[in-house]
């Protein structure tokens, strides 16, 4: 069984940056694709940041391009989503989410096994 644990979120204000973190356990981290979800209020759930299982290729939502960066050490079994310059925006609750031998695509659908979600706040 594939546990997702995220931890790292909490209240920022804006300009301010926090990293997220999703240790993954019951399989190894190289074998799965990688991303980060948020859904703010009201509002669907959108990906922010996806990573291909190789590593070798990374996207981003354009709202969030330059400013997070999606990362993973497969030593420690954790993927980050380094996010910065934070705007009210981003508030929203944040989940990791794995696929095995994933592409890493943007659709929800396209991944297996989801975090419990984590708050990251940012005030103006």
């Known amino acids: 069984q594939v546990r997702l644990v995220e931890s790292g979120g909490g209240l920022v204000q804006a300009g301010g940056s926090l990293r997220l973190s999703c240790v993954v356990s019951?399989?190894?981290?190289?074998?799965?694709?990688m991303a980060w979800f948020r859904q703010a209020s009201g509002k669907e759930r959108e990906c922010v940041a996806a990573?291909?299982?190789?590593?070798?290729?990374?996207h981003y939502l354009d709202s969030v391009e330059g400013r997070f960066t999606i990362s993973r050490d497969s030593d420690k079994n954790t993927t980050y989503l380094q996010m910065n310059n934070l705007q009210p925006e981003d508030t929203a609750l944040y989940y990791c989410?794995?696929?095995?031998w994933g592409i890493g695509t943007f659709d929800r659908q396209g991944y297996d096994y989801w975090g419990q979600g984590i708050q990251v706040i940012v005030s103006s």
């Open positions: 990573m291909s299982w190789s590593g070798d290729s990374t």
């Open positions: 019951g399989r190894p981290l190289s074998s799965y694709a």
């Open positions: 989410a794995a696929a095995a």
